[in-house]
């Protein structure tokens, strides 16, 4: 399946500590929707695309650009499905008024709810929103993410579990549910890594696909995302090009993954091959990391310097890893 994920926003209303994109609500700057129906048209005859997924940040916080670009993605012909923490369901009027329009052009929803995001987005809010979509009868799914799954053993875990449980109770039927580990990059990677990293060694597999998608391979051009800025990657903080400085289809006719020196890295040698690249740059490799993603993100931010048009788009990156 061919897969744009597009960023309309790096703003959202949650500062979550397991963000891979380093979200804060002061980064307000939105996608143009010319750029984005541009590329979808493009990418339609280019690959077949067949599913475009909005998210952000947060894509409720600009509700008139969610839906004029879910209806007009409808008309091309492509699926479209909306990922966002339910903000906007501060009571029923608003949540249908948001959620009318995706499920009139048969668009589907997918809602965090976990933990990590219960500091900014109350509970009741992301009910209202499963309850009003149930009564549109659209389409929707959950997500959540977990410190370790399915062990469960940190407080923030078991009570994923128990809004997951809660919420199946008030609804009463088990909906759809995406949940597993979470990946160590982003604000991840500085804030929750070292509270499970201890003992598990450095990691020395080979990288071949982003670990967020089931065909992520990074020498197919079947997952891309766009973000504002015209950055195009494969969600990973590692650029294959920017649409506003090269045409998407020279980018794409391009694209060799071997010829990207990070990418070329992470498929011979793995995020090892790229920390070993970063300790010429000052990195200080450790004896534990979380995940090879905690591995190849420290190792990244190092790099910064080293390839700064290819370790984009910037939300990726918080640079305090070099020795001190």
Same mark, same amino acid.
């Given at each position: 399946m061919s897969v744009l994920k597009i960023h309309l926003t790096y703003a959202c209303t949650a500062s979550c500590d397991h963000c891979r994109f380093n979200c804060t609500c002061n980064d307000g700057a939105t996608i143009a929707p010319d750029l984005v129906i541009d590329c979808v048209n493009t990418l339609k005859k280019l690959n077949g695309l067949q599913l475009v997924i909005l998210m952000g940040g947060e894509p409720g916080m600009f509700p008139k650009l969610t839906e004029s670009l879910t209806v007009e993605i409808s008309k091309i012909g492509v699926d479209v499905r909306i990922e966002t923490n339910a903000s906007w369901a501060t009571d029923d009027e608003s949540a249908m008024r948001f959620l009318e329009p995706i499920y009139r052009?048969?668009? +589907?929803?997918?809602?965090?709810?976990?933990?990590? /995001? !219960?500091? $900014?987005?109350?509970?009741?809010? @992301?009910?209202?929103?499963?309850?009003?979509?149930?009564?549109?009868?659209?389409?929707?799914?959950?997500?959540?993410? $977990?410190? *370790?799954?399915p062990a469960c053993w940190h407080e923030k875990d078991k009570r994923t579990m128990a809004m997951l449980k809660e919420a199946m109770a008030q609804v009463g039927k088990v909906p759809e549910v995406y949940q597993g580990t979470m990946l160590f990059n982003g604000r991840a990677a500085r804030k929750l890594a070292h509270l499970v990293s201890a003992g598990r060694g450095i990691p020395n597999e080979t990288c071949t696909? @982003?670990?967020?998608?089931?065909?992520? !391979?990074?020498?197919?051009? *079947?997952?891309? !995302?766009?973000?504002? $800025?015209g950055n195009?990657?494969? =969600?990973? =903080?590692?650029?294959?090009?920017?649409?506003?400085?090269? +045409?998407? @289809? +020279?980018?794409? *006719?391009?694209?060799?993954?071997r010829k990207n020196p990070v990418f070329a890295a992470l498929m011979t040698g793995g995020p090892l091959a790229l920390a070993i690249e970063a300790q010429k740059y000052g990195y200080c490799l450790k004896k534990n990391y979380?995940?090879?993603? /905690?591995?190849?993100? !420290?190792?990244? *931010?190092?790099?910064?310097?080293? $390839?700064?048009?290819?370790?984009?788009?910037?939300? /990726?990156? /918080? +640079?305090?890893?070099?020795?001190?």
């Amino acid at each position: 399946m061919s897969v744009l994920k597009i960023h309309l926003t790096y703003a959202c209303t949650a500062s979550c500590d397991h963000c891979r994109f380093n979200c804060t609500c002061n980064d307000g700057a939105t996608i143009a929707p010319d750029l984005v129906i541009d590329c979808v048209n493009t990418l339609k005859k280019l690959n077949g695309l067949q599913l475009v997924i909005l998210m952000g940040g947060e894509p409720g916080m600009f509700p008139k650009l969610t839906e004029s670009l879910t209806v007009e993605i409808s008309k091309i012909g492509v699926d479209v499905r909306i990922e966002t923490n339910a903000s906007w369901a501060t009571d029923d009027e608003s949540a249908m008024r948001f959620l009318e329009p995706i499920y009139r052009c048969n668009a +589907s929803l997918m809602l965090s709810l976990d933990a990590w /995001h !219960e500091p $900014y987005i109350p509970f009741d809010r @992301v009910m209202r929103a499963i309850n009003i979509s149930e009564k549109f009868g659209g389409r929707y799914c959950l997500e959540a993410a $977990y410190l *370790e799954y399915p062990a469960c053993w940190h407080e923030k875990d078991k009570r994923t579990m128990a809004m997951l449980k809660e919420a199946m109770a008030q609804v009463g039927k088990v909906p759809e549910v995406y949940q597993g580990t979470m990946l160590f990059n982003g604000r991840a990677a500085r804030k929750l890594a070292h509270l499970v990293s201890a003992g598990r060694g450095i990691p020395n597999e080979t990288c071949t696909k @982003v670990p967020w998608w089931f065909n992520g !391979e990074l020498d197919t051009i *079947e997952l891309l !995302e766009l973000d504002p $800025y015209g950055n195009l990657s494969k =969600g990973c =903080g590692i650029s294959i090009g920017n649409i506003k400085k090269k +045409s998407l @289809v +020279s980018i794409i *006719e391009d694209y060799d993954a071997r010829k990207n020196p990070v990418f070329a890295a992470l498929m011979t040698g793995g995020p090892l091959a790229l920390a070993i690249e970063a300790q010429k740059y000052g990195y200080c490799l450790k004896k534990n990391y979380a995940d090879k993603c /905690h591995l190849c993100q !420290e190792s990244r *931010e190092a790099l910064l310097t080293r $390839y700064p048009e290819i370790l984009m788009p910037m939300q /990726h990156y /918080h +640079s305090e890893n070099k020795c001190h």
